[in-house]
């Protein structure tokens, strides 16, 4: 918990309580609200239903409540700002460490506590927040990190491989099993049947995205602007660097990953086809955790193929899927239908895989993210599929 405190911290260290309160985007929550929402989440799981006292401000919660309050109005709510929402994460903090101090982790009784799952889910939580956070970063112009890392480069010994690689399919295996941390949209574990299908062997990258945008008539990518040359300059954070035709593309809605797939003649993976191709990336070594601040090139993890042959499925961007988010079959919600169950339904296409913006402790191939399939403010990429003779 400290350490997801000590970077979610840091990531706003560089910004004044002006840039912390401005909207940037009617799709995003001004940051304050974000870090009042962390601190919230924390009192009515820790303090309120762990340690059954009174929330420190009254009605504030319903403030913070992410589905009451859309992101586009949230700037116009009451909130915490400035020196009263620093001191309400560390009140909460107080408050929850002196709960933790008395609570029964072992006795599985309750099952929020059993394996300390609802502290999971806190850490959790505020690893998710700073990835959304991130991509509200990415629209401040001038914005320093304090931390950043560069991703290691490709090996030039460890050579390239095929363009696509087999999946044999059959019966397999998906979803989280009981043991461990793991959101309740991951569960039940249940097997389905998969014919066998090819995915590229690495994410689509700028290069290859660049000539879609110029034989199809393809809109850029968000943060793309042509250098006037024939190329592209990437602009987030304000920064104006050579685009690198070998990182993975990013900032593509669904509409576009989908339609990129079918002018390459392919298809996108469905979620189960991405889960079977991905048994085997190691989240150890991926581009993950936040201090990259773009994705690494294409072979950079070459050495750490999944068992199909595929590489960077974990980390870099998350991979647009051609499935709806829909329940597993037996799917019982937990702890909270808001979590994932109101979320099911055609509205929302699923991504896998992670970004460099994810924290690495969230990322794990059964993993399944969400958004609209119009949304291109999100760290998502793609691979493409297709079927098998
Ligand atoms: C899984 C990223 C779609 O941001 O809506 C944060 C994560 N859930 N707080 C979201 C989440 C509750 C969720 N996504
Ligand atoms: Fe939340």
């Not at 309160?21 to 929402?37: F, M, Q």
């Not at 700037?75 to 994460?89: F, M």
């Not at 943060?223 to 920064?239: F, H, K, L, S």
Request: hydrophobic residues 40%; charged residues 25%.
């Amino acid at each position: 918990m400290e350490e997801a405190r000590r970077r979610t911290l840091q990531l706003v260290a560089p910004l004044t309580d002006e840039e912390l309160n401005r909207v940037y985007s009617p799709i995003l929550s001004p940051l304050a609200w974000d870090l009042g929402h962390i601190a919230n989440f924390e009192e009515l799981w820790l303090v309120q239903t762990i340690g059954d006292r009174e929330p420190l401000h009254g009605e504030l919660g319903r403030f913070y409540d992410a589905i009451e309050n859309p992101r586009a109005t949230r700037n116009e709510l009451p909130i915490l700002r400035g020196d009263e929402l620093r001191s309400y994460l560390e009140e909460v903090r107080e408050r929850s460490l002196e709960v933790l101090e008395g609570v029964d982790l072992t006795s599985g009784e309750d099952p929020l506590l059993a394996g300390g799952f609802v502290y999971e889910l806190l850490i959790a939580h505020e690893h998710q927040h700073t990835e959304t956070m991130l991509q509200l970063i990415q629209m401040i112009d001038g914005y320093e990190p304090v931390e950043e890392v560069e991703p290691p480069a490709p090996d030039p010994a460890a050579g390239t491989g095929p363009e696509m690689v087999l999946v044999e399919g059959g019966t397999v295996e998906l979803g989280a099993g009981p043991e461990g941390f793991a959101y309740d949209n991951e569960r039940p574990r249940h097997t389905v049947e998969l014919r066998p299908f090819l995915i590229d062997r690495a994410p689509v990258t700028n290069r290859a995205y660049a000539e879609f945008v110029a034989e199809a008539g393809a809109d850029a990518p968000m943060y793309w602007e042509p250098d006037g040359d024939g190329w592209w300059v990437r602009t987030a954070m304000g920064r104006r660097e050579p685009l690198d035709p070998d990182e993975p593309v990013i900032h593509v809605s669904w509409h576009e990953a989908d339609a990129f797939a079918r002018w390459a003649g392919k298809r996108l993976p469905t979620e189960q086809e991405w889960e079977a191709a991905a048994a085997g990336a190691d989240a150890d070594r991926a581009n993950l955790d936040q201090l990259a601040f773009g994705p690494s090139r294409v072979g950079a993890y070459a050495d750490a193929p999944s068992h199909c042959g595929a590489i960077h499925m974990l980390g870099d961007v998350w991979e647009w899927t051609s499935s709806d988010f829909l329940a597993y079959p037996g799917f019982r919600a937990f702890p909270y239908p808001e979590y994932s169950e109101v979320f099911f339904g055609d509205t929302y296409k699923v991504l896998r895989g992670g970004a460099w913006a994810a924290r690495r402790n969230v990322v794990r191939t059964t993993f399944r993210n969400w958004d609209l399939p119009q949304r291109r403010q999100i760290f998502a990429g793609l691979r493409c599929a297709r079927d098998a003779e």
